[in-house]
C-alpha cells in the first residue's frame, strides 16, 4: 500500500532535550512537508522540502531543524531552542505543486 | 489581515440541510484552491479542490471559486452526521510550491 508513515503516534520530550519525528512517504512524491497543529488552529508551515537535498523555511522555523538526505524521508527535529513545542505535528507530502497533499497520522508532542 | 480567512464557527445545521463553509484570501496571485476534512484527532484528507471560476460539483460536495471578490466556497448538500468535523481551506500561488491553511471552520451536523 502506498502511503505516508508518521512515527511515533505520540511521544514525550523533557525540557531541554531535541526529539525527532519520522516521516516516510513510498507515494514516489517529490515534494514534503511538515506543520504544527495547535488546537483549534488550523495547520502552520514549519519546513518543506521541492527536492531532495534542498528544503526552505515555513512560516514558523525557528526551533526546528529538518533534513531531505533521501526523497521518501523527511525527518524533522524539534530542539530545546523550540520553547512551546507541545502540538500535533503533521507530515504531508505531494507530487508536485497546486496538487493535493497527503497527509500522515501525525504524531501528538507533549512536554513533561 | 491573514493570508486565508475562514468564517468563524462553529457551524450546526440539523441533518438533510445544506451547510455552506466560506473562506476569503488576499494574494490574488493564489489559483488553485484545496477543502479537507479533519475528523477530530485525525489527520486532513482532501474534499475537493478548484482552479477555475465557477463551481465543480462531486457528489454531495459543490465548491465554488470566485477570483474577482477573492472568495471560494463549500457547500455540503444533504449534510449527515458523518460530515461533522472541522473543513480547512487552503489556497496556493501558481509557482508557490506550498498551501496556506486557514484556522478551518468546525461542521456538526444533528441527527
Known amino acids: 500500500d502506498g502511503g505516508i508513515t508518521q512515527s511515533p503516534k505520540y511521544l514525550f520530550r523533557k525540557e531541554g532535550q531535541n526529539v525527532t519525528l519520522s516521516c516516510e512517504q513510498n507515494?514516489?512524491?517529490?515534494?514534503m512537508y511538515w506543520y504544527r497543529q495547535d488546537p483549534g488552529q488550523g495547520l502552520r508551515l514549519i519546513y518543506y522540502s521541492q527536492i531532495v537535498n534542498d528544503f526552505q523555511k515555513g512560516d514558523i522555523a525557528e526551533g526546528y531543524s529538518v533534513s531531505r538526505e533521501k526523497k521518501e524521508s523527511f525527518p524533522l527535529t524539534v530542539t530545546s531552542a523550540q520553547k512551546n513545542p507541545t502540538a500535533f505535528y503533521l507530515c504531508?507530502?505531494?507530487?508536485?505543486?497546486?496538487?493535493?497533499?497527503?497527509f500522515g497520522q501525525g504524531t501528538r508532542l507533549t512536554v513533561v | 489581515q491573514k493570508e486565508v480567512e475562514q468564517n468563524s464557527g462553529p457551524l450546526s445545521v440539523p441533518e438533510g440541510a445544506i451547510a455552506s463553509l466560506n473562506c476569503t484570501y488576499s494574494d490574488r496571485g493564489s489559483q488553485s484552491f484545496f477543502w479537507y476534512r479533519q475528523y477530530s484527532g485525525k489527520s486532513p484528507e482532501l474534499i475537493m479542490f478548484i482552479y477555475s471560476n465557477g463551481d465543480k460539483e462531486d457528489g454531495r460536495f459543490t465548491a465554488q471559486l470566485n477570483k474577482a471578490s477573492q472568495y471560494v466556497s463549500l457547500l455540503i448538500r444533504d449534510s449527515q452526521p458523518s460530515d461533522s468535523a472541522t473543513y480547512l481551506c487552503a489556497g496556493e500561488g501558481a509557482n508557490a510550491g506550498k498551501s496556506t491553511f486557514g484556522d478551518g471552520t468546525t461542521l456538526t451536523v444533528k441527527p
Open positions: 504531508a507530502s505531494r507530487e508536485t505543486k497546486n496538487t493535493e497533499a497527503f
Open positions: 507515494l514516489n512524491h517529490d515534494a
